[in-house]
C-alpha cells in the first residue's frame, strides 16, 4: 500500500509545547490554516481516509476531506501516546512535579511510560496492528491517514525497522510523511528496542 501520514493541526497544547496526548484539544486557527495549506498541496487521490479519534485529528481530516470526499474510519490505535501524569504540563513543569520520574527519562523508556501512561512498546505494538489490518485490507491502495506526532514517528521506524534517530526526527503539526509502497518489516520486538537510543 502507499500510505500518507498526517500530523493534524495546532492546538493550544502545542503552541505551548505542552505534553499532549490523551487531551482532546480542538485546533487552533493557525491548526486549521495549517490544515487547509496542506489539503491544497495533497496528491490528487486517495483510496482511503483514515483518522484518529481525538478532536484535532477529527478537525484536521474534515478540513482535508473537503475535497477528498471519503467516508472517514475512525481507528482507535492511531489514537497519540497517553503520557500519564505529563498530560497537558510543560517538560518543566513536569521535571519540577515528577522529578523522580523525570530523572528516570521515563518518556524513552522502551518498556515503561509516567505514571497512568503508555510505554513506547505500548504504542509501537498499537499501531503496529492497525498497520497490518491496514495492509490487510488495503493491499495496493493509496491511504491517507491523519494521526499525531508519536504516532508517524513509530510509523516510520516501524517501516525503517529501526528506530536510531526516533527522537531526532519530527513530522511537525499540518504536515506530511509520504511512505510509498509501504510494506510493514517483520517485527522483532527486542531488535527494535536495541535500536533505540539509550535514554
Request: proline share 5%.
Amino acid at each position: 500500500m502507499h500510505l500518507y501520514v498526517v500530523r493534524h493541526g495546532e492546538t493550544w497544547a502545542n503552541a505551548e509545547q505542552r505534553y499532549l496526548g490523551s487531551l482532546d484539544p480542538a485546533l487552533t486557527e493557525t491548526g486549521r490554516q495549517q490544515a487547509r495549506a496542506l489539503a491544497r498541496a495533497l496528491p490528487a487521490q486517495f483510496d482511503a481516509l483514515v483518522v484518529s479519534p481525538r478532536l484535532r485529528a477529527l478537525e484536521t481530516a474534515s478540513i482535508l476531506n473537503q475535497e477528498l470526499q471519503l467516508a472517514p474510519r475512525i481507528m482507535e490505535c492511531f489514537r497519540e501516546r497517553d503520557v500519564g501524569v505529563f498530560e497537558g504540563l510543560t517538560q518543566a513543569e513536569a521535571r519540577a512535579r515528577y522529578p523522580q520520574l523525570w530523572s528516570r527519562n521515563i518518556t524513552r523508556q522502551w518498556d515503561a511510560g509516567p505514571t497512568g501512561g503508555e510505554s513506547i512498546a505500548e504504542v509501537v505494538e498499537r499501531v503496529r496492528e492497525g498497520l497490518l489490518e491496514l495492509a490487510s485490507t488495503y493491499p495496493s491502495h493509496r491511504l491517507l491517514l491523519v494521526a499525531h506526532g508519536f504516532v508517524a514517528k513509530v510509523i516510520r521506524a516501524l517501516s525503517k525497522g529501526d528506530f536510531a534517530d526516533f527522537y531526532d526526527w519530527q513530522l511537525s503539526n499540518g504536515n506530511l510523511l509520504a511512505l510509498e509502497h509501504f510494506q510493514m518489516p517483520s517485527l522483532d520486538a527486542e531488535r527494535l528496542r536495541d535500536s533505540l537510543p539509550m535514554p
